[in-house]
């Protein structure tokens, strides 16, 4: 990007590029119940980024709105920068998954290019976070991420854990006391159809898991 993209920005970009990623457009009252400001204020910022040189958004009233070519650059710019400081410091500095998420949210926006590519070089190219979310590549382009999420099995099925979709400190600790990390290999032992729960079994442990968890936990069937 040539153009100096102040952190508001930034966060806008990366929000929007999250909220997008199912191929939907972004609701102001959704970015502005992400952010916690209001919808008049999101409305302003769009407007700004809809009509910067180059445009970073495309947006329409009542429609939402999403990214352009130069503004999913930007986005997946400061997610390499922040899923890389996540894995850098895990690696280097001894912080533990459910740590790193706030520490890399306000270096994301700082670190210089020549940092990114030395910690990147430092750790060899990791492709995945801690958490196991893909990391965007150099030339800024994301790679195809075809896990299943944990709640689309059923009983006797097994599947290994790509990647956990959250940043929440608790939910973070709690699923690793289970075992539920990337990599861990899990069985599914029951299916409640009523409220949805699975019985998933990691090593010796089982847990009955509702749908906020089980749609946050990606896997690849085994």
Known sequence: MKQKLTISIQDYLKIIYELTESGESASTNALAK????SAPSVTGMIQKLASSKPPLVEYQKH???TLTREGR???LEVIRHHRLLEA???QTLGYSWDEVHEEAERLEHVISEDFEQRIAAAMGNPDRDPHGELIPTADLKMPVDESLPLSALRPKQSATIQRVQSSDTDLLRYLESLGLVP???IEI???SAFDHNLTVRVGRKSAVLGLNITSRIFIEKN
């Open 34 to 37: 992400r952010m916690k400001i």
């Open 63 to 65: 429609q939402g709105v």
């Open 73 to 75: 650059r930007a986005a």
């Open 88 to 90: 850098w410091l895990v």
């Open 183 to 185: 990599g861990a290999v």
């Open 189 to 191: 032992k029951a299916y």
